[in-house]
């Protein structure tokens, strides 16, 4: 009977111990779940689907927004004066492309203000007006700021499946001598395994031909091992571009030629020998004739005159 009294001793000890081990059980559970979802909170948001007939032109917004743009900034293709052989060049380009044809990236540098950007937007229009007579969709354009250029994976990836063709443009694309994401740049444009999607073409502007500072390349040069080889890893970058389209500062008879395109477009009542010498007084202050300057003037005269601009 001893015995049996020990036995049962030991069997009721273990039946106590069975609600503890079960609490422990469950609070283990609980702090087990309460960590699931922290973590859940703090993962990424699932990429959206984004709806690309909304809109012909959009702004990136990583990690993946699209966001319509319902007016964009742009003027009309024929007030773009200077400039006639790149922007034939362009135009021939995009439509190819917009067609389902073999087309370049581009890569739009020189000259400041001399419309660069204003080309890449006004081709865009003029491109999708001509589609219009077709059953083809609508070409999109889609802005991605400098700042945002190491993201530009993940744009590609989500238009890589879209019906539509697009145009993603870069404006005053360049890179310091201290920044690596031109790298990723290079990769994405040619280099990479899967490659540019075949509906994406890649625009960009930038003041320097190479994209790179003059003292960048020069560092390099000097301090590598094969100095030829340094050079050509930054050079490759613009080499990914096929289409290369240079603006160079106009001379004094084709920035007059703008000033009159314009105020001509706005139908401007001034007398024409008043607006050349306003207009050249406006450019000898600032230093310099560009098609920036020639709108700038002409915003100030339509304002003195009183007419109002809607770009």
Excluded at 134 to 160: F, Q, T, W, Y
Excluded at 165 to 194: N, P, Q
Excluded at 231 to 247: P, Q
Excluded at 266 to 275: E, G, Q, S, Y
Aim: hydrophobic letters at 40%; proline letters at 5%.
């Amino acid at each position: 009977m001893k015995g049996y009294g020990m036995l049962s001793e030991k069997a009721i000890g273990k039946a106590k111990k069975k609600p503890a081990r079960r609490q422990r059980e469950v609070a283990i559970l609980t702090e087990l779940a309460r960590i699931a979802d922290t973590l859940a909170q703090l993962a990424p948001p699932a990429p959206t689907v984004p709806d690309t007939a909304a809109a012909d032109a959009f702004v990136w917004q990583p990690p993946g927004s699209l966001v319509p743009v319902p007016r964009v900034n742009r003027v009309e293709m024929s007030l773009l004066r200077g400039i006639d052989r790149s922007r034939d060049a362009l135009a021939d380009n995009t439509e190819r492309f917009a067609k389902g044809l073999p087309a370049n990236n581009a890569l739009l540098w020189g000259a400041r203000g001399m419309g660069k950007s204003s080309l890449v937007k006004a081709v865009h229009a003029d491109t999708n007006q001509r589609l219009q007579k077709s059953e083809r969709p609508a070409l999109k354009l889609v802005e991605i700021h400098r700042e945002d250029i190491e993201s530009l994976p993940a744009l590609m990836n989500i238009v890589r499946h879209d019906p539509h063709r697009f145009i993603i443009f870069c404006d005053d694309l360049s890179f310091d001598s201290d920044d690596t994401s031109y790298k990723s740049l290079k990769a994405v444009l040619e280099g990479g395994i899967e490659g540019r999607p075949l509906n994406v073409v890649f625009y960009a502007t930038s003041n320097r031909r190479h994209l790179l500072p003059r003292d960048m390349m020069e560092n390099e040069r000097s301090t590598a091992i094969n100095p030829g080889e340094a050079v050509e890893e930054k050079v490759s970058l613009s080499d990914r571009f096929g289409l290369w389209l240079g603006f160079h500062k106009c001379s004094q008879d084709e920035y007059l030629e703008m000033v009159y395109g314009y105020a001509d477009f706005l139908k401007l009542d001034i007398n024409r020998t008043l607006l050349r010498a306003e207009a050249l007084e406006w450019s000898t202050t600032r230093g310099a004739r560009s098609g920036r300057t020639a709108w700038q003037y002409i915003t100030d005269l339509a304002g003195r005159l009183g007419v109002s601009i809607d770009q």
